[in-house]
């Protein structure tokens, strides 16, 4: 809208007076976004017309400001017995400022040499090594690269059995107990510790590799195969991302592998002894990719094949582009636990393709994450009261995540100064939860998900293969609901314009406020527990728990839990042939289960707890019951936990 020039007419003057509306919800929405800019927005971002462009990471010591990878070629040999990749990375760069030098983020590498294109030799020397960001290379080109021009330098080098992104298992650390086995972890700052690269999420790059392995294993990538070779003993395995990715994202496994196709696009690998169980229990791989679809963008990776890790892998997932990473522990027979699989496909859009610039603003790529995720399983299993009884449960680990910290702590807001930290020092389920209520309290906001919806697939689609700050965040959804009919007629045209981005964004502790919720699913749950704690085994047995979803299970035993109340023998067997807690094989009521028989006492709660951790690795498991077993009052169970954790 033009301002009017001297001697406008009545009428013109009336018109400016009719859309004065709308320039003061533009204006706000500038003024906020500018004041957002003062607070949040990090050191060494700069802003072009559309976007940040993020010149400078405090988790990094690349100069990024002056080159910027594009692409990056490896050649591994697989050495078992040396704990090692050896080979070399071919990194191609574009120069963004002259220099004559590229600094790039390593921890635990072994570099041998470096060359340019024609074969000269690059001068090596290191930076300071801290414990938090590794040893900066630092690659002396010889000679000024100016900005525009494009070259590539080849690194010689081996990782060493101390790289912090490997995890090599022996044969007895795998299911199948024959053959070793090797799993990479890049998330989050890790990928410097399998080459030298600029370790950075505000950097994408495609890549190629070619991995060499002793017969009979296999090795994959998070990309997609592009063709394999014999070569004596050994296999050699080709795989390209022709996707640009952050560094985090890069993944290698090798092992004894089988695979399975469930999908036109899917195949689940793993060793043979679980590739059968794991067909069956991800056998719905495709509805989930193809509800996120719907609600967002096209599935632009090709391939989404799942990898079932050996049981002693501590995660839960790990989005890897092309071949998620995923616990054995999902493993439940009855496909219980396998909505799990939507917050790794729901990366696919948020995090893989629309990725957080710098850690500092992770929560954009999780609090999205666990949006999509509830709304795919909302679609998928029971509307709004599923989305919402998903909510519901995770203010609950929100609440527990700031107390962990502090309520003033810095790791408890939505932006977070981590420059010079490990973002894994930094990690709590605050970036998941906080960010999805933000969202869905924006979604409220706007008058629903048919306003909220159209928003969050142009957001994807408009940062599709870019890396995105809060910055751009605020900017992009200002500017949508400025628009008119963006919002329901309910509620205020301008509710985003004059938002309160900041308090939301660099508030610590809870969040300002929370929508509200239907809470129908979860009462059914707690109704049943505060019956069982206050009754006993007297309690009513007539509930029809065979129609819960396993959610609301956990939610019912998680209320007994955190009670610390004991329950005597009568009702744990009552419970016990109620929900048929003895037979189950889902990981997560098997666990909340055997707590509650080592809170209350139960001798027979040691063995159940022990097996657990015998099974499998998962970090959400493990620690717990060896803490329940430690300070429990039953006879032998902390010796029982002292063994166990000794035989491993």
Same mark, same amino acid.
């Given at each position: ?5 001297? %001697? ?18 533009? $204006?706000?929405? /500038?003024? =906020? ?61 574009? @120069?963004?400022? &002259? ?8 921890? +635990?590498?072994?570099?041998?040499? +470096? ?10 020397? =290191?930076?300071?090594? @801290? ?9 002396? /080109?010889?000679?000024? *690269? ?15 059995? &101390? ?55 296999? +090795? /994959? *990538?998070? +990309? ?14 080709? #795989? ?7 560094? #985090? ?36 791989? &495709? ?19 799942? /990898? ?6 501590? =995660?839960?997932? *790990? ?24 917050? &790794?496909? !729901? ?34 299993? %029971? ?61 409220? *906001? ?31 959804? @200002? ?12 509620? !205020? ?32 749950? @707690? ?5 069982? $704690? ?82 499998? %690795? ?23 936990? $002292? ?6």
């Amino acid at each position: 809208l033009l301002m009017p020039t001297a %001697g406008a007419s009545v009428i013109r003057k009336l018109l400016l007076t009719v859309a004065l509306y709308s320039v003061i919800s533009i $204006l706000a929405g /500038l003024w =906020y976004t500018n004041s957002l800019q003062r607070f949040v927005q990090p050191k060494g971002v700069k802003r072009s017309s559309d976007m940040c462009i993020i010149t400078k990471d405090g988790c990094s010591n690349a100069n990024i400001d002056q080159v910027r990878q594009r692409h990056f070629h490896v050649t591994w040999k697989v050495d078992f017995s040396a704990q090692a990749l050896l080979g070399k990375a071919r990194l191609d760069f574009d @120069t963004i400022a &002259e220099t004559n030098t590229v600094i790039l983020d390593t921890r +635990a590498l072994s570099v041998k040499s +470096a060359s340019l294109d024609d074969g000269t030799s690059v001068d090596i020397t =290191y930076g300071e090594t @801290t414990d938090a960001l590794g040893t900066p290379l630092i690659l002396g /080109l010889g000679k000024t *690269m100016q900005a525009g021009q494009s070259f590539s330098v080849t690194i010689e080098y081996s990782t060493t059995p &101390e790289s912090p992104a490997l995890q090599w298992l022996g044969p007895e650390q795998t299911a199948s107990k024959t053959h070793p086995y090797l799993f990479s972890q890049c998330q989050a700052i890790h990928c410097r510790g399998l080459l030298p690269v600029q370790d950075t999420p505000a950097i994408k790059t495609t890549y190629s590799s070619e991995v060499e392995v002793a017969k009979p294993l296999t +090795a /994959l *990538m998070s +990309a997609v195969a592009s063709g394999e070779e014999e070569k004596g003993e050994s296999k050699v395995f080709k #795989y390209e991302q022709k996707t640009a990715i952050p560094s #985090y994202l890069t993944a290698i496994v090798v092992g004894n592998l089988e695979s399975r196709e469930i999908g036109p696009r899917t195949r689940v690998w793993s060793e043979p002894n679980m590739v059968d169980k794991g067909a069956f229990e991800f056998s719905d791989t &495709e509805e989930f990719i193809k509800t996120g679809e719907e609600l967002l963008t096209p599935y632009q990776w090709g391939r989404y094949d799942l /990898l079932l890790l050996p049981p002693s892998f501590p =995660y839960g997932g *790990m989005e890897n582009p092309c071949l998620t990473f995923v616990t054995p522990t999902l493993i439940a027979g009855d496909k219980s636990l396998a909505g799990v699989v939507a917050h &790794e496909i !729901a990366h696919s859009w948020t995090g893989n393709l629309v990725t957080a610039g710098t850690w500092s603003h992770f929560w954009l790529n999780e609090g999205f994450t666990v949006f999509v995720e509830r709304k795919i399983l909302g679609r998928m299993y %029971g509307g709004q009261a599923r989305f919402d009884f998903e909510a519901l449960g995770g203010r609950h680990d929100l609440t527990e995540a700031i107390n962990h910290f502090g309520a003033d702590h810095e790791f408890t807001k939505l932006v977070q100064n981590v420059d010079g930290v490990d973002p894994d020092d930094a990690f709590s389920s605050i970036p998941y939860e906080k960010g999805f209520n933000f969202l869905n309290y924006l979604q409220h *906001m706007v008058g629903g998900a048919q306003f909220f919806e159209p928003w969050l697939k142009q957001w994807v689609s408009d940062f599709s293969h870019k890396a995105a700050t809060s910055d751009d965040f605020v900017k992009h959804i @200002t500017a949508w609901f400025a628009k008119p009919g963006s919002v329901s007629p309910d509620v !205020a045209q301008d509710c985003i314009a004059t938002f309160d981005f900041n308090t939301w964004l660099t508030q610590a502790g809870q969040p300002p406020a929370f929508p509200p919720l239907d809470d129908s699913l979860s009462k059914q749950a @707690t109704s049943l527990a505060q019956q069982v $704690l206050q009754q006993g085994s007297s309690f009513s047995a007539d509930v029809d728990v065979s129609a819960w979803f396993s959610g609301q299970t956990c939610l019912f035993l998680d209320q007994i839990i955190a009670s610390e109340q004991k329950l005597d023998q009568a009702t744990q067997d009552k419970l016990s042939e109620l929900f048929g807690f003895d037979s189950v094989q889902n990981a997560e009521i098997r666990f909340r289960w055997a707590r509650i028989g080592l809170i209350s006492g139960n001798a027979k709660a040691v063995s159940a707890a022990v097996s657990i951790l015998q099974e499998q %690795g998962r970090m959400k498991f493990v620690r717990p019951l060896y803490r329940e077993l430690s300070r429990c009052t039953i006879e032998g169970a902390k010796q029982a936990a $002292l063994d166990t954790f000794s035989n491993f």
